[in-house]
């Protein structure tokens, strides 16, 4: 007998077997490319519409474990979505031309604040027995003890309806800066989060992870607008109010006060002729960008939905225009807060962009690679499954084979199958005890049987 005929490398295929192993190996590129799509995509929406059932637990796990940041910064998305309730508590009652605070929409904004600020005074506990364990150097609860100071509380709902006289006005002035910068700390841990995100994606080149950072951004860029929106609302309300304030400076005896508790005695008529909203008269007053919502009527509505939307859609559009639309006048704070909107639209819209060709750019890439895999798994794999004969459980075979060379491609984009010895080779030690597995079951699966016939043909020998 011809030793060459025997050789286990030369035994002839037939036909049913090869074409076998070709359809295992299209099946493999076929399942291959289902890794290669956006699923994460689809599981981050189903996330999304799943959040409102999600979010008090959210809450209870990071108040229970702050030091895990997954769940902090998920709590920071849900505090920077009720944090701005305060904004919507004051009230305006047109026809007598006074301020009230919805009591409902007050309890209720309370109560989220107390919940959400859990998590800061835990971590800040933590943080102080870490130090007197002297296991920390440093304490670090600066920014955790900013963040949790009650100055939306006071500012809103002690202040603002006391306010008397035009100095309280300067001061309340001052006392919005500091709602706006406590709540820019209270975001910092999000920007952080972001920031990180970005190194890690720029380090892993997986079309699949690329979405994360883009969705995120998009949550933001949609959180910022309604974070605008009822900064716009309160500002109104403030704007308002200082129109009351020069109206009583033109009249002798005039006692300026603006909640409707108090009791002092108003010209409500004096206020309706200096204060037009509707129609307006921009020589009495100019409301600038305060007028919609003056005239919307919103600051005397309760009707929450309503107003969030309204407030939501304002700050939407003026985002994504970089408040280009806006007429404002001559009133320094009013224009301060445009310029505000117009560089945090174009920040906003930069950073998304950024993002979004930074997606386009690892999906071509991921997608260049999947050709030049689809080609080697045409060829090479098909031609060393023949060198290796027909095994009997092909099926096994296929799925240790695709998971293996999914876990090497993801290891290596520039991956080159030279034999079947190089899906053993890896470049970082295996620890991962399921690829060890499929490792081993191709190593039975070929090499054992393929032993089998050489022990025999030599023992046949």
């Known amino acids: 007998m011809d030793e ?18 070709t359809e295992v190996t299209e099946e493999m590129i076929d399942q291959l490319d289902v890794y290669l799509v956006d699923i994460s ?7 999304l519409i799943y959040a409102p059932f999600y979010l008090p637990w959210v809450l209870v796990v990071a108040i229970i474990f702050p030091e895990k940041p997954a769940y902090f910064i998920h709590s920071s998305f849900i505090s920077m979505l009720l944090d701005p309730l305060f904004l919507c508590i004051p009230l305006i009652n047109e026809k007598t031309k006074c301020l009230v605070l919805d009591r409902k929409l007050m309890i209720a904004a309370l109560i989220l604040r107390v919940v959400t600020d859990l998590r800061y005074v835990v971590k800040i506990g933590s943080k102080i027995k870490k130090w007197w364990r002297r296991s920390s150097k440093k304490i670090g609860i600066t920014s955790n003890v900013v963040a949790i100071l009650p100055i939306p509380q006071v500012v809103i709902l002690v202040f603002l309806p006391n306010m008397r006289g035009s100095g309280s006005l300067t001061v309340m002035k001052f006392l919005n800066s500091l709602i706006f910068f406590q709540y820019l700390q209270r975001v910092y841990p999000i920007y952080r989060y972001c920031k990180n995100l970005n190194k890690e994606m720029h380090d892993k080149s997986s079309s699949t992870r690329a979405w994360i950072p883009s969705l995120v951004n998009l949550l933001i860029y949609l959180l910022a607008s309604y974070v ?6 309160f500002f109104s309300i403030q704007r308002e109010i200082d129109c009351w304030e020069y109206a009583c400076q033109s ?18 008529t004096l206020l309706h002729t200096s204060c037009p909203i509707n129609p307006p008269n921009a020589t009495a007053f100019d409301f600038g960008i305060f007028l919609y919502a003056l005239q919307s009527g919103m600051q005397e509505s309760t009707n929450l939905p309503q107003k969030f939307l309204l407030c939501f859609s304002w700050g939407l559009r003026n985002l994504s225009s970089f408040a ?7 009133y320094g704070w009013e224009t301060l807060f445009v310029v505000a909107i117009s560089i945090s639209g174009l920040i906003l819209f930069i950073y998304f962009l950024g993002h979004v060709q930074t997606f386009m750019q690892v999906a071509g890439k991921s997608e260049r690679s999947r050709q030049k895999l689809k080609k080697i798994l045409g060829s090479k794999v098909e031609s060393m499954l023949l060198e290796y004969g027909s095994p009997a459980d092909v099926k096994v075979l ?18 080159v199958l030279e034999n079947m010895f190089s899906i053993f080779t890896f470049k970082h030690k295996v620890d991962d005890q399921l690829l ?15 032993l089998k016939k050489v022990s025999s043909y030599y023992i046949w020998c």
């Not at 995509?41 to 996330?47: A, L, P, T």
């Not at 005039?254 to 409500?268: G, P, W």
């Not at 060890?436 to 393929?450: A, H, M, P, V, Y």
Request: glycine share 4%; with cysteine.
């Open 41 to 47: 995509f689809w599981k981050i929406v189903q996330k």
């Open 251 to 268: 009249e002798k005896g005039c006692e300026f006060s603006i909640h409707c508790d108090a009791n002092t005695s108003r010209n409500i």
């Open 4 to 21: 060459e005929s025997n050789h286990p490398a030369s035994m002839p295929i037939s036909k049913t077997e090869e074409g076998r192993l």
């Open 228 to 233: 605008l929106g009822t900064f716009w609302y």
């Open 436 to 450: 060890q597995g499929e490792l081993n079951t191709i190593r039975q699966t070929l090499f054992l049987e393929k």
């Open 324 to 330: 280009s639309n806006l007429d404002t006048s001559n």
């Open 398 to 415: 296929k799925e240790s084979v695709n998971y293996v060379v999914k876990k090497k491609y993801l290891e290596d984009p520039d991956l």
